[in-house]
């Protein structure tokens, strides 16, 4: 079960100079809001059978800096592969959104290849207002600065909350983008994270707060051979392992735990037949570990395991029936040149 809407609070970002301020509006929970939902998170995870945690909070301040990474890692070709797409085709996408429409995106990040967009569509356009929603307020905070610096032609709402509190807030609250269409982006095949049923429930969601001129442009991982996906998920340089450790190494930090991180090991196994990547952090030895901030004491046996992480892999056949279960059309749909990845245009039927 995801996290409810949050209460937000606008303020502005810290240390921006005046005139890149008043360009952006940026909304975040209170710091006591999100603590009570990562304590709560973690105790019901650590506590049931088998034991999970959820990959919503890889995304502090020290796993943002990971993930970004992996991204420039040599086996992982998601970023490579994306960003060879919108390189491609940019332009031909910026053609799309009229002159008075706005970029939405979920999970910013960085915005490192959204900027291929934000260049084309400002190059056609004159000015642009990009909404972002980003669960790691650090992240959303610095790309911010550097977008609003680097474009002053660009006004931005930056919204640092989960998918579904973001959207609520961008889409329904109609004064946070707007009149006109929206591109929203979902990039980075993060669709992938969702059970394919909760992802056309998701989509579906997504698409009753949708105008009939609006559209998804949403990134998508396609099917390939074990021998390329799991070490683009279990890297030789043990960065993708540090960054699913860093889930323990957090709660070490912010709740009191005592994990030894040297007692538990990264795990990524590709099942062939679901179609998804499975990861998670397994126990090396017989071990108690204390969070004391949750009042937990829990053993783990040799080669017990955390669940962590689902990355969903897709066949074109199966992008074509998620769309159709959430109320979706593919318009317009790209590939790189090595068909690894796509990305969908989306259009509500």
């Not at 709560?40 to 945690?53: E, F, K, N, S």
């Not at 970004?68 to 994306?82: D, S, V």
């Not at 952090?281 to 829990?298: F, H, W």
Request: net charge negative; charged share 25%.
């Amino acid at each position: 079960m995801r996290r409810p809407a949050q209460k937000r609070t606008a303020r502005p970002v810290a240390g921006a100079p005046q005139e890149v301020s008043r360009r952006l509006r940026l909304l975040a929970p209170t710091v006591a809001e999100a603590d009570s939902d990562f304590g709560h998170d973690v105790a019901a995870g650590l506590t049931a059978h088998p034991r999970r945690l959820h990959c919503r909070y890889f995304y502090d301040e020290q796993g943002s800096l990971l993930f970004e990474q992996i991204c420039a890692l040599p086996e992982y070709y998601l970023t490579r592969a994306e960003a060879e797409i919108l390189e491609r085709h940019a332009a031909e996408m910026a053609a799309l959104v009229p002159a008075q429409g706005s970029l939405v995106e979920l999970g910013s990040g960085s915005s490192v290849k959204t900027r291929l967009l934000i260049e084309a569509l400002l190059q056609r356009h004159g000015r642009l207002h990009y909404a972002a929603v980003d669960i790691s307020r650090s992240m959303l905070e610095s790309s911010a600065h550097a977008l609003l610096t680097d474009y002053p032609a660009l006004e931005m709402t930056a919204v640092a909350a989960e998918y579904q509190a973001g959207l609520a807030l961008l889409l329904q609250g109609g004064q946070m983008t707007p009149d006109g269409p929206r591109l929203i982006l979902w990039l980075g095949s993060n669709v992938g994270n969702f059970h394919r049923d909760e992802a056309a429930a998701f989509l579906a969601g997504l698409r009753a707060s949708l105008r009939a001129d609006d559209r998804l442009l949403l990134g998508i991982d396609l099917r390939k051979e074990r021998a390329v996906l799991e070490p683009a998920y279990d890297d030789a340089q043990g960065v993708t392992a540090r960054f699913n450790l860093n889930l323990l190494a957090r709660i070490n930090r912010e709740l009191g735990g005592d994990f030894a991180l040297d007692g538990f090991a990264h795990r990524a196994v590709y099942d062939e037949v679901l179609g998804r990547v499975e990861i998670h952090i397994v126990s090396t030895r017989a071990q108690r570990v204390t969070v004391r901030g949750l009042g937990l004491e829990l053993e783990f046996a040799a080669g017990e395991a955390i669940h962590t992480e689902n990355s969903y892999k897709y066949s074109p056949d199966e992008i074509a029936a998620l769309a159709k279960a959430a109320g979706l059309r593919i318009e317009r749909q790209w590939f790189d040149g090595a068909r690894r990845f796509s990305e969908n245009l989306l259009a509500p039927v």
